[in-house]
């Protein structure tokens, strides 16, 4: 005899349902097909969980976080335009050379605020009398000042005194014509 596992009542055996409620008489793994026990949690053949409460205990609690995301859209003046009648491939080239340009004016950025804050650092330590520390700060920062074409800046630098001016800018020598 099978027992229903909805009722618990005895059902005979090789019927499909039972006579008294119409469930199963016996359960079946869902993984392995074996007959199972009513009650069970898993499955004895292969350890399947038998019952969605057992699959939802087995399952690992999903972590998740709340983030607060900040997001800019923005668009290039004219790009959409010129990007609606455009295959992606027509499109992608304008997009990267933009991007390149972009890097180029950020490390040309990120090197003139260098070689600001070692201005005003060199500026900090000439008051204070170490001319020998903000020599080589001075000496970068008018290289990259140089580099910029950025005269007011290199004025500034060269201001702070002829000690300063000998390290950073020397003098060129000539060669005796003999």
């Known amino acids: 005899m099978a027992v229903c596992t909805s009722c618990c009542a005895q059902s005979e055996e090789g019927r499909r349902f039972c006579a008294d409620c119409g469930g199963p008489p016996e359960a079946a793994c869902p ?3 074996a007959p199972t026990a009513a009650g069970k949690r898993f499955c004895g053949d292969c350890g399947a969980p038998l019952s969605e409460a057992a699959a939802a ?20 003046v004219g790009f959409t335009s010129l990007a609606e009648d455009r295959d992606s491939e027509e499109v ?10 972009a890097a180029i004016f950020r490390e040309f950025a990120m090197s003139f605020w260098l070689a600001v804050t070692q201005t005003e650092h ?10 020998d520390e903000a020599n ?12 910029l074409d950025a ?6 630098v060269e ?18 014509s003999s």
Request: proline content about 10%; glycine content about 6%.
């Open 122 to 131: 060199s500026e900090w330590l000439a008051v204070q009398g170490k001319m």
């Open 136 to 147: 080589p700060l001075l000496s970068e920062a008018h290289a990259t000042f140089r580099g």
């Open 159 to 176: 201001a702070l005194g002829p000690q300063a001016a000998e390290v950073i800018v020397p003098q060129p020598t000539t060669a005796s």
């Open 31 to 33: 993984s392995c097909g």
């Open 92 to 101: 992608r080239e304008p997009a990267n050379a933009y991007a390149r340009a």
């Open 151 to 156: 005269k007011p800046w290199l004025e500034r």
């Open 57 to 76: 205990a087995q399952r690992p609690t999903p972590v998740a976080e709340r983030r607060l995301v900040s997001v800019l859209f923005a668009d290039l």
